[in-house]
């Protein structure tokens, strides 16, 4: 047997030859996978940048221009644009280095490189396309191509599809003029940019097509404020001629009126009534609605008003079998329109006569409610309401559960007809309820309290 005997020195120098190469070869592999972590830092980063420059143009025709610009710059391109599907033309919004972003249409093409129909169906089932040399591509080989290739300086060419949910509706197209091929990181930032064009013009669908159907349905709402308004104007008419021919037969004109018929006759005078009541109460929402309700304001002294407000509302507390109890400042003022304010107490009294049993107190009170503000304030021992509902008492029609038990009559236009009228005069209303204890509502208003002889506001008095 033979035994080959190596120097120990060049032993040595084998084994540490082995492992510096090994060193070097993790150490290359390392700055690769640094470099390569950098690169793809940077890429998110610049697509992070872009996209969202493109949110920030509320515009989208200003969006796209930033898109392109921003990718030329990036990428360090000699052309860059961004087309969109068209059957009947190509336009584009192109950039050059050395010229001003333009949005151009072209045909034959002379400012961008158009792309064939065809070619977005493929994008859609290939995705993005990176070119090494659009020359000799087969997608790009009809004569008017290769002319546009030539006119254009286009080499290395790449193409991201802008994608919809109904297909691929454009592209995002980056060019160099050498056979610098475009890096996976740069198709990174290019599709990121076409993703958030994408976002972007979904959106502006969804956008226009949310207006039409905000446009549709405020038509639809002026239509039926039309026809409401139509209608209670045609129903006044004959509800007027039958109130009035009631009266005439209560007071004997057509001849005696037996007992049994004069109480028939109140129940279609009482139904007459409430019927102009909601026809009132519709035609001031129609107003409301198509800004018709105009305040004419003015000074309007509140224990005068109060006065004609409680005379108003007499017999129906009578009827009930209430008590009512009104008190003002005789120098207290509302800055309004006088009608309006009287409707909003009118309202506010009708309710709680409505909703308080026989026995029970209904208080209206007026005060000095601080600069600039005279308090209003309805309370009555009434049914109230319940907790859970008196977010909701201020919304037209609605009716609270416990008085819908009662069948109380009314509609539910109340509150919310008050509600408008305190706004439009610039005040505020609350409301405070315990179901089983009653309701108190409180109005506050501009106005202010004229100062006596003495120097000082009158205090409320007993009307």
Not at 46 to 61: C, E, H, M, N, V
Not at 115 to 121: A, V
Not at 341 to 352: D, H, P
Request: hydrophobic letters at 45%; glycine letters at 10%; charged letters at 20%.
């Amino acid at each position: 047997m033979t035994h080959w005997l190596l120097p120990a020195g060049y032993l040595t120098a084998l084994v540490l030859g082995v492992l510096l190469g090994v060193w070097s070869g993790r150490r290359h592999a390392h700055q690769r996978h640094t470099m390569e972590q950098a690169a793809e830092a940077a890429a998110k980063e610049t697509s992070r940048r872009i996209s969202g420059l493109i949110r920030t143009y509320p515009d989208l025709a200003d969006a796209f221009d930033a898109a392109v610009a921003a990718v030329g710059q990036e990428l360090g391109c000699d052309l860059a644009y961004v087309q969109l599907v068209r059957r009947e033309e190509h336009r584009a919004t192109v950039w050059r280095p050395d010229q001003a972003l333009a949005r151009v249409a072209a045909s034959p093409p002379a400012a961008f490189l158009p792309l064939p129909d065809e070619i977005f169906g493929l994008l859609g089932a290939e995705g993005s396309v990176v070119v090494e040399d659009a020359r000799t591509h087969p997608w790009l080989k009809s004569s008017d191509m290769v002319a546009a290739l030539a006119a254009l300086d286009v080499v290395s060419l790449l193409v991201c599809p802008i994608a919809s949910p109904s297909g691929v509706i454009g592209a995002v197209v980056a060019s160099r003029a050498s056979r610098r091929p475009f890096g996976h990181h740069e198709v990174d930032v290019v599709e990121s940019v076409a993703w958030s064009l994408g976002r972007a013009l979904q959106n502006r669908v969804l956008q226009n097509q949310q207006n039409a159907v905000v446009e549709r349905l405020e038509a639809l709402d002026r239509s039926k404020s039309d026809f409401v308004a139509s209608v209670s104007h045609e129903l006044r008419t004959p509800l007027t001629s039958i109130a009035g021919y009631v009266e005439m037969l209560l007071d004997g004109d057509g001849g005696p009126v037996v007992e049994g018929q004069r109480e028939m006759l109140g129940i279609i005078g009482r139904n007459t009534d409430r019927l102009q009541s909601l026809i009132e109460d519709l035609l001031t929402i129609g107003k409301i609605e198509s800004g018709a309700l105009w305040a004419e304001p003015s000074e309007v002294p509140v224990a005068p008003l109060l006065r004609a407000v409680e005379a108003a509302m007499a017999p129906a507390v009578t009827a009930a079998g209430l008590r009512l109890d009104v008190s003002a400042g005789e120098d207290l003022v509302v800055e309004g329109d006088r009608g309006q304010v009287e409707q909003v107490l009118l309202n506010l009294l009708g309710n709680a006569v409505k909703f308080t049993p026989p026995g029970g107190i209904v208080t209206v009170v007026a005060t000095d409610g601080g600069p600039g503000r005279v308090e209003l304030t309805v309370a009555d021992t009434g049914i109230g309401v319940p907790q859970q509902e008196q977010g909701q008492l201020f919304t037209r029609f609605f009716r609270a559960s416990n008085a819908t038990e009662r069948a109380a009559q009314g509609a539910g236009l109340g509150l919310s007809i008050v509600e408008s009228i305190v706004a439009a005069h610039g005040g505020e209303i609350s409301l405070a309820s315990d179901e089983g204890a009653g309701t108190l509502v409180t109005v506050r208003l501009p106005g202010h309290a004229r100062v006596t002889s003495e120097g000082t506001a009158a205090a409320p008095a007993r009307l």
